[in-house]
């Protein structure tokens, strides 16, 4: 609608207060700023993912990446081909390789949006086929109990595993005689061969290794003399978009705590890993390391919220370790002979985080830029 000079001359007469006397002049409540419009998922594409996959979509961005990107011209998608595995990839980003998380610089919209124009790039695909034998994670977390095949060839296979599939398309495999995380995995969930004999057929993991422990001792052991400490599976349960698994810690036949834990999809802005969250629920005594991992690689360095950081390198690759304890500052890391482990007093301690980021080399310069992003 468009005014004449005298019609908006007569509008502003009847808005505009008449100031007289001294009267204070009130300012007007200033407009709230309108949150700027959803980008379109290909102003999105061209913005933040053309220079690593392509404007084209094709792979070949302008990045110079030790890792390829990858193409979108083929469809297929090794970390889950429907819309919502997507979505989880692009909010989270691929640990240990140049993909970033972009929960933080996308609103959801704009990362369904940009899914969508993804999916578009690559070929008119027939509806997907669905497996009966695919179980994958819907809008609640998925709990699997049973034997698993082995991680890697000429191992044993995992003849009490406990799996827990997380709604950031997260997997969680625990090793149930004794609460070990054994690895995160990324991607599609699991894969029964025989749903009809219960726990008969070992189940297939899906999607991709994160990371993998690389210890074989058990998570926790005494401070003093490191001897390892009995953990012992109590339940799982599923609090809302929360799976959490429940467990007693043992020195010998004394419990020294039940503890809770859950674990996520965690990033900054350029890298990738997960974080589990660990709470005493009952009972607390005594002081326990919780093993991390092989020995420090780098100085450590304190987060903007409180997190301790050490690097440990992991191959041709920095694995980075964060532990916060809640109500404490001090509380680290520490370097113990067989590596690095968490000091905690279960008494005291009651909720900590442990966060593994997963960087995708081994160069000084992504430390670098870790240290002030977290
Ligand atoms: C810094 C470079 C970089 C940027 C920026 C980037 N990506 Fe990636 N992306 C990668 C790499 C590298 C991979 C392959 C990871 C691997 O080795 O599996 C990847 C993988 C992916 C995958 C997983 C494909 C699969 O097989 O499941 C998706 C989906 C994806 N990117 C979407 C995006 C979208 C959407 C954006 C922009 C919002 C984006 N990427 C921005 C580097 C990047």
């Known amino acids: 609608m468009r005014f004449s000079h005298g019609a908006a001359a007569f ?8 100031c007289s006397g001294d009267e204070p002049f009130e300012a007007p409540a200033p407009v709230p700023e309108k949150a700027a419009p959803p980008r379109s998922g290909k102003e999105v594409y061209m913005l933040l993912c053309a220079t690593c996959h392509g404007e084209t979509g094709d792979g070949k961005g302008v990045a110079q990446l030790d890792r390829p990107a990858r193409s ?7 970390f889950g081909n429907t819309k919502e595995a997507l979505y989880r990839t692009v909010s ?52 699997v109990r049973g034997q698993f095949h082995p991680l890697a060839s000429g191992q044993a296979p995992i003849t009490r595993g406990v799996l827990v599939g997380t709604l950031d398309g997260l997997s969680w495999l625990y090793d149930a005689s004794d609460v070990r995380l054994l690895a995160v995995r990324q991607g599609s969930f699991v894969k029964r061969t025989d749903w ?40 799982t349960r599923l609090d809302g978009a ?29 890298f990738s890993g997960y ?26 360095f304190v987060g903007k919220d409180g997190t301790h950081w050490t ?27 067989h590596g690095l482990a968490a000091r905690l007093d279960l008494g005291r ?26």
Do not use: C
Request: without cysteine; glycine residues 10%; negative net charge.
């Open 275 to 300: 974080r589990r969250r660990f709470e005493v629920t009952d009972g607390g005594s005594g002081t326990v390391a919780m093993e991390l991992s092989a020995a420090p690689a780098g100085e450590s």
């Open 311 to 337: 690097p440990t390198q992991d191959g041709d690759r920095w694995v980075v370790y964060g532990v916060r304890v809640d109500g404490r500052e001090d509380a680290s890391a520490i370097a113990r002979d």
């Open 92 to 143: 989270n980003g691929i640990g240990g390789t140049p993909m970033p998380g972009f929960a933080a610089a996308l609103s959801e919209e704009e990362r369904r949006r940009v899914v969508d124009y993804v999916i578009s790039l690559g070929p008119e695909r027939p509806p997907e086929a669905g497996d009966a034998a695919i179980l994958e994670v819907g809008d609640r977390p998925v709990v």
């Open 72 to 78: 979108f011209l083929d469809g297929g998608f090794s």
């Open 242 to 270: 929360h799976a959490w698994v429940r467990y007693e810690l043992l020195d010998d036949t004394t419990k020294l705590a039940t503890l809770r834990e859950r674990g996520e999809a965690f990033g900054t802005l350029t």
């Open 11 to 18: 509008l502003t007469a009847l808005v505009l207060p008449s």
């Open 349 to 374: 301690d009651l909720r900590w985080t442990v966060t593994t980021l997963v960087l995708p080399d081994a160069k000084p310069e992504s430390l670098a830029k870790l240290k002030e992003e977290a």
């Open 196 to 235: 009809s004999g219960r726990g008969g057929t070992p189940l297939e993991l899906l999607g991709k290794p994160v990371h993998r422990s690389t210890s074989a001792r058990p998570a926790f052991s005494r401070t003093d003399s490191s001897s390892p400490l009995r953990a012992r599976l109590r339940s």
